[in-house]
């Protein structure tokens, strides 16, 4: 019997773990920069937590989480997102004591059961970054500033930044109230998820993927337009620092970002390439979350990247290449052959990636072995090199061949790794 992996759930094979090794070694880097601190958060937690946190009536809590009953009959579920565990884990591990402002980041696997698309999984994965403690509007530049830093780093530009206020619970309301009145205009032409979206909460209108809902909303109200004095103000100033700070943005007063929690600035970074799925990261500000979940009343902004998204970017750009060895070591003969396997070994251990073939093959078949593996250089050590004392190293790009004294071969290797010529 022949298995195969569950739907929507993927293999990330070795020709491709290249670029998620990149992605999130390139993010921690940056992210640690910036002063962020990494958290680890667990797979599982209870159904409440996230229906509590991102809001009963989302698609993702009414129909896509994965849930199950444990042997005590707990209801638990996959974590569909990670900031409503993030702050479960700060409230639980009292991380603001001694931090009035805690910077954090986490990367690992989400779960969401939906239909399996370009683009989309039912495992998938994200990076996501979260300021506890800040009320902005600063905070929420540099959250924005350091994610098309670390897409700019990676390699990626044709992104444009979408960014939006939501307004706080005083603005809202009267929104709202203005939503509900044009949506009710329009009640017969929605669908009928939007019938009742209208209803019981207006503002997920905007979410909804049916072409004829994406009509009605068009020309619905702006939330903008409604924005109370300290909430435009905070807006302003956020729009004023991306200049300063030469970010590109477009102000799309639709986007909603699909989550209740949001308050003030949500953004989103969409690339063209990927098709209807074309956000890679997202985010906004939450500053009620906290004090819902029973923690002090800290004003908090994160956003989550899509990293299967950014995979499929950089594999578009043609950067998904398995890099070779530096270094392949072709000995000829018992001599040269136990002599590289001992360079071989202390090669690796200065950090050269190094590969030699233990079957004593000829120098032709050796050749081939290194190009399959795309090794940049071949060091060529036969009866004839032992003898001069000199190996002779090959470029297997350029082809050209230099010689390389025996007796202190180790250290040169090493040298030219330092100097990058390997
Ligand atoms: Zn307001
Ligand atoms: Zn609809």
Redesign the pocket.
Known sequence: MQFKAIRGFKDILPSQVGTWNRIESEGKRIFEVFGYQEIRIPMLEKVELFARGIGEDTDIVSKEMYTLTDRKGNQLAMRPEATASILRAYIENKLYEGHPVRKLFTIGPMFRYERPQKGRRRQFHQINVEIIGDPGPKSDSELIYMIMYFFSALGLHDLVLHINSL??????APFRGALKDYLKKYGADLCPDCQIRMEMNPLRVFDCKVERCIQVIKNAPSMLGF??H??AQHFDALKAHLKELDVGFVVNSHLMRGLDYYT?TTFEVQTQELGAQNAIAGGGRYDRLMKEFGGPDTPSIGFAIGVERVVELLEEQGDWSEAGPDLFLAPLGKEAENKAFIWLQELRKAGLKCEMEYRSLGLKAQMRHADRLKARKVLIVGEDELVKGKGILRDMVTKEQVEVPLDSVVSELIEMKERNWI
């Open positions: 307004g706080c619970l005083d603005c809202r924005l109370c300290d909430c003030r």
